[in-house]
């Protein structure tokens, strides 16, 4: 990936700025998304909360169900690979999806190494928990960042601590003095050059969303308010009473986020969110945040 | 000026007027356009800004705004924006990604040398009706074209630095 492809990359992430991604399972769910505002789609066999009640498992999903959603829909359309699963991001690139997330939410394939994302031409978004983490995989050619929350749990609290954390450990690094960013850069794991850069701008390089438990128009707009540029709902809008209504709810919570008035609006009668879990009734193995290296 | 602010680009259009040193404001509701002197319609997801501009009478004073005489910029989504029968500001045939999906997008030249192009999964004008002005092609096609106080490109200037499109459009505050 040169540098003009760079740019083009993080230029469709900014075009995705102040919108709403949403995670479906076919042609319809697709259909649905689009026209209640979503910005682009996440094409996937079983949401987040699914793949948690399968257990076993994930892997990149059917091409078959990839295209379905590429032809039903002219927005973007994002598909999820293997965290270090290179082949199955060979696999989707060649399905011309817009954007790859190296994803959490999957099982990993590789337990040390994420995927060169420089060797290919397609945008990646990644999750992270901290801002050594994103700037790691922002070094490998992610285009996009997103936090990790805990997906499938509909339940906000992880994606509040990282984009809580992420803002703190972004205003903490632009306050140090010139000297000490070569510590700060051992202590991140990220390259020097990348934490200079971040530094001086006071903000990541590319574009950060949230993601990871959102299951409201107040859980999204709560996120927009911390520092979030656009939100992922997964499980949250087809798992929820009314899918039709709640994705809609929530785009309009994206961006109206700083208007309670209207946010009240929005969040009035939308029917029972999907179910949520609390944190501490997940083991340390169901707990896909600590997926990444 | 201000920068419809609904879903996309719109901060990299704030930063590309301020460049200009002209002073932008962010427009999420109807009230926020009194007083502005022009809008610029980013780029992003046309389908997603038209459904949030369709609520809370945005549609209708945007629509009016426009027909005021207001120089308005209008960019990738938002020349989809300006052609569509919901405004109508400019009498063009604009079809959505027109080049495929972000494996497409690229950049290029105007044939004139004068603009440089970014193309994200961009519309192409296919039709231009007789009171449109093409003021840039590219291979021949419009990627710039003007109707009155309307101009809409295919392209994003707002994510090129040097570009002098929305100081010329705006004029130095």
Redesign the interface.
């Known amino acids: 990936m040169d540098e003009t492809r760079w740019k083009l990359n993080v230029g469709l992430a900014d075009m995705l700025k102040g919108g709403v991604i949403m995670d479906v399972v076919n042609a319809d769910q697709a259909k649905i998304a689009e026209a209640a505002g979503a910005t682009a789609v996440m094409a996937l066999e079983r949401v987040p909360a699914q793949i948690r009640a399968d257990g076993g498992v994930a892997r990149a999903s059917d091409p078959t169900m990839i295209r379905a959603v590429r032809e039903a829909v002219s927005i973007p359309v994002v598909a999820k690979c293997r965290i270090g699963h290179f082949v199955e991001a060979q696999i989707l690139a060649a399905l011309e999806v817009d954007f790859i997330d190296e994803s959490e939410v999957l099982t990993p394939a590789d337990d040390t190494h994420h995927i060169d994302k420089h060797a290919l031409s397609v945008p990646f978004v990644c999750g992270c928990v901290s801002l050594g983490e994103a700037l790691r995989r922002i070094a490998e050619g992610a285009a996009l960042i997103r936090t990790k929350g805990e997906a499938g749990t509909g339940n906000v609290v992880e994606a509040v601590r990282h984009l809580r954390g992420l803002r703190r450990e972004l205003s903490q690094l632009a306050a140090l003095p010139a000297e000490e960013l070569p510590a700060a850069a051992k202590a991140l794991g990220a390259p020097l050059s990348l934490v200079k850069r971040t530094a001086t701008a006071g903000c990541l390089p590319v574009p950060s969303f949230a993601a990871g438990g959102i299951a409201t128009p107040a859980d999204a707009a709560l996120c927009m308010a911390l520092g979030a540029q656009s939100v992922f709902v997964g499980s949250g809008i087809f798992l929820s009473e009314s899918p039709e209504r709640t994705a809609a709810a929530i785009v309009e919570a994206v961006t109206h986020w700083e208007d309670a008035a209207h946010l009240a609006e929005v969040s009035a009668g939308l029917g029972k969110a999907m179910p949520g879990r609390e944190l501490h009734t997940l083991a340390q193995s169901e707990r896909f945040a600590q997926r990444g290296w | 000026m201000g920068v419809l ?8 259009h704030v930063a590309a007027l301020r460049r200009a040193r002209i002073g932008a404001v962010e427009v ?2 109807a009230n926020e356009l009194e007083g502005l002197r022009g809008l610029v319609l980013p ?3 046309s ?2 800004m038209l ?2 501009l369709r ?2 009478g945005l549609l209708a004073a945007v629509s009016e705004f426009g027909r005021q005489g207001h120089p308005v910029l209008a960019t ?2 938002g020349l989809i924006l300006a052609a569509s029968p919901e405004l109508a500001w400019l009498d063009v045939t604009v079809r ?2 027109a080049y ?4 497409a ?3 290029a030249q105007s044939d004139d040398g004068v603009h440089d192009l ?1 193309f ?2 961009a519309p192409r004008v296919d039709r231009v009706g007789s009171r449109v002005e093409v003021l840039a092609r590219w291979h021949g096609e419009p990627v710039l074209v003007q109707q009155g106080n309307v101009i809409g490109a295919t392209f ?1 200037p707002e ?1 090129v630095s040097a570009s002098q499109l929305h100081a010329k459009i705006f004029g130095a505050a």
């Open positions: 602010a609904l879903q996309g680009g719109f901060a990299a999420r509701r780029g992003g997801e389908t997603a459904s949030l609520r809370r990738c989504a959505r990604n495929g999906s972000q494996r997008s690229f950049v970014v994200i999964r994003h994510l």
